[in-house]
């Protein structure tokens, strides 16, 4: 059960982050801080639809990701044209089964939003994606190598191995936390 917070309910009364399990079961115990002479803590875009997997479909990998950003073991970089496409996509209804959810994560927009990093949206990339609404996600990701932008886009996945040549790692949510680099 997700609470308004975006918080699963334990059967133990306790809140945990949804995809906390996973996520610990993966990661070990959530750590917000980097120590010495550990990696840094990963760069993370999550474009629309990963944001969808976490806050509306509740996708296992999706909150894992979610729950790290939560607890800090990542960070979750956004920026005001990727916050607004989120909020318009989101604005739009879906299937029955899935509109509590959707209605649920528009009425606390500001509760993921508290997650996010912010930054300025960069000048467009000189690498281009066939579907000009996911440039923005990928402009960003690509003045910020070292990176790693989450999706299930198709036409930001064709972009992945020109993008490695910048620095960014174009993937799923779910590979990404299969293959975690921390």
């Known amino acids: 059960m997700i609470s308004a917070e975006g918080t699963a309910l ?3 009364g306790k809140d945990q982050p949804k995809g906390w399990k996973a996520f610990h079961y993966i990661h070990g115990p959530m750590n917000a801080q980097a120590t010495p002479g550990t990696a840094p803590i990963p760069l993370l875009i999550l474009d629309s ?7 509306v479909f509740a996708e296992p990998a999706a909150c894992a990701v979610g729950a790290a950003a939560q607890a800090g073991t990542v960070r979750w970089l956004c920026s005001e044209p990727l916050w607004a496409e989120w909020v ?9 089964r899935w ?7 528009l009425a606390n927009l500001d509760t993921p939003r508290r997650w ?10 000189p690498l281009r994606c066939l579907d000009g609404d996911d440039q923005k996600f990928l402009d960003l990701a690509l003045a910020h190598p070292g990176s790693a932008l989450l999706t299930r886009d ?8 020109r ?7 174009i993937t799923s949510a779910t590979t990404w936390v299969r293959e975690c680099p921390h």
């Open 10 to 12: 334990s059967a133990h």
């Open 49 to 55: 639809n990963t944001l969808f997997d976490w806050l």
């Open 88 to 96: 318009y996509t989101l604005a739009r209804p879906i299937a029955a």
């Open 99 to 105: 509109e509590p959810a959707r209605q649920l994560a």
């Open 116 to 125: 996010a990093t912010f930054a300025a949206q960069p000048a467009p990339a």
């Open 154 to 161: 198709k036409a930001l996945l064709r972009l992945a191995r």
């Open 163 to 169: 993008a490695a040549l910048h620095g960014v790692r």
